[in-house]
Nanobody, 124 residues
Framework: VQLVESGGGLVQAGGSLKLSCTAS????????IAWFRQFPGQEREGIAS????????YYSYSVTGRFTISIDVFKKRAYLQMNNLKPEDTAKYYC??????????????????WGQGTQVTVTS
């Protein structure tokens, strides 16, 4: 499985960005896609996840109501629509793929494959 993120960039506070995650080599079975972000010097934190099978989505408290994860299984793409961005959202964002269904618990070890990440910078 290979994952490639795109769509990051520089945006002012209150603005929006839409990240894309293009996948290849996905399994035929159900899988989950998640978005993580990493602040400098900190571990990656899961912020959104979605199942390929049922489309149920989960969010961390920090992004609930502002970010929306979606998946297009035919195009093999996942998206993260980020609205009302804040300077504290500045981080490197990664997509990840794991077997099975997405859950509220978005631990790093639950996902097997990772993209290289895309930087999101929000200015005040």
């Amino acid at each position: 499985v290979q994952l490639v993120e795109s769509g990051g960039g520089l945006v002012q506070a209150g603005g929006s960005l839409k990240l894309s995650c293009t996948a290849s080599g996905l399994p035929a079975d159900d899988y989950a896609i998640a978005w993580f972000r990493q602040f400098p010097g900190q571990e990656r934190e899961g912020i959104a996840s979605i199942s390929s099978a049922v489309g149920s989505a989960y969010y961390s408290y920090s992004v609930t109501g502002r970010f929306t994860i979606s998946i297009d299984v035919f195009k093999k793409r996942a998206y993260l629509q980020m609205n009302n961005l804040k300077p504290e959202d500045t981080a490197k964002y990664y997509c990840a793929e794991g077997a099975g269904l997405a859950t509220q618990a978005m631990g790093v070890t639950m996902f097997d494959y990772w993209g290289q990440g895309t930087q999101v910078t929000v200015t005040s």
